[in-house]
């Protein structure tokens, strides 16, 4: 195999590498208009990859709306320790002990998108 082929990574790879590899991620914008909140079930609560500004990934034991987890921001983080009686002294796994299982309702807003400076819906739990 020469140097090139061994230099070679494949875009799937890539991904990979970068932490992007993982389930569809849910988003306000794939649950219809005239829905308000959405019910999921935790599968796990796992620290989110290194090149993500969420905190962390809430995986779904069954997929909604096509999707099968859900990039949690430092406000809903806060809000799930404050519901599961923990702080942030505490560790992901913790919290992610403590959900598995539940059955967490996750309501939707409208909030600005600090990258593109419009206002979509977005997930938070309540």
């Not at 070679?8 to 890539?14: G, L």
């Not at 959900?99 to 819906?121: E, F």
Request: net charge positive; charged share 30%; with cysteine.
């Amino acid at each position: 195999m020469s140097i090139e082929e061994k230099q070679r990574i494949s875009i799937r790879d890539t991904f990979r590498e970068k932490g992007t590899d993982g389930p569809p991620l849910l988003h306000g914008s794939d649950v219809p208009a005239k829905v308000n909140s959405v019910i999921v079930t935790c599968k796990e609560l796992r620290s989110a990859p290194k090149d993500f500004k969420s905190i962390a990934i809430l995986d779904f034991t069954k997929p909604v709306y096509g999707c099968e987890a859900w990039a949690v921001n430092k406000t809903s983080i806060k809000l799930l320790l404050e519901r599961f009686g923990l702080t942030d002294e505490d560790e992901i796994s913790d919290l992610s002990h403590k959900m598995a299982g539940k059955k967490i309702t996750l309501g939707i807003a409208m909030a600005n998108n600090p990258k593109t400076g419009k206002m979509v819906r977005t997930l938070f739990p309540i």
